[in-house]
């Protein structure tokens, strides 16, 4: 499983950039998984629907499945968040996973900085920082890639293994 995180700070981009990725990588013929990281409480299960009822009273995971798709909601109590090797394991095989967040964690990653952002450009202090897409030329010393070079920052993804048989 291959590991590409897109990391950044607030309203730079970064899920824009992601979900442009995800869709190129798929129109390519690559099978892509993608976590995403939220530093607030996420509830994708709302008050009065059965799968929340089932969580209020007390299941540690509820699986809501349907025709088109399934969703496993995992309570964690009192327990800590998971990691994202935590999470990795419990993805389906795949080709890519896409990580937006976990910015913390060292797997390879494309910062998403634009021009406005005041924040200092988290490559400086960052070594698993591979690529930088941005609105402006940075002074990053590896590759650079416009914001709207997907095609460009799919490619050099791609670079970074060898394709499998069949594959091109």
Not at 7 to 35: D, E, Q
Request: aromatic letters at 6%.
């Amino acid at each position: 499983m291959n590991v590409i995180g897109i990391v950044g700070w607030k309203n730079c981009g970064k899920t824009t950039l992601a979900s442009a990725l995800i869709r190129k990588l798929s129109s390519r013929g690559f099978t892509v998984n993608s976590i995403k990281h939220a530093h607030h409480g996420v509830d994708v299960d709302q008050p009065g629907t059965d799968s929340y009822r089932h969580r209020d009273a007390g299941a540690r995971e509820v699986i809501l499945a349907g025709g088109q798709r399934f969703a496993i909601m995992h309570e964690l109590h009192d327990g800590d968040e998971p990691t994202m090797s935590e999470l990795l394991a419990r993805l389906s095989p795949c080709d890519w996973v896409v990580v937006e967040g976990f910015k913390t964690h060292s797997h390879p990653k494309i910062e998403v900085h634009r021009r406005e952002c005041s924040r200092t450009p988290l490559h400086q202090e960052d070594a698993s920082i591979i690529a930088v897409a941005s609105d402006y030329a940075s002074e990053f010393s590896g590759p650079c890639f416009d914001l709207n070079d997907v095609s460009g920052i799919a490619d050099f993804i791609l670079s970074l293994k060898p394709p499998l048989a069949g594959e091109s």
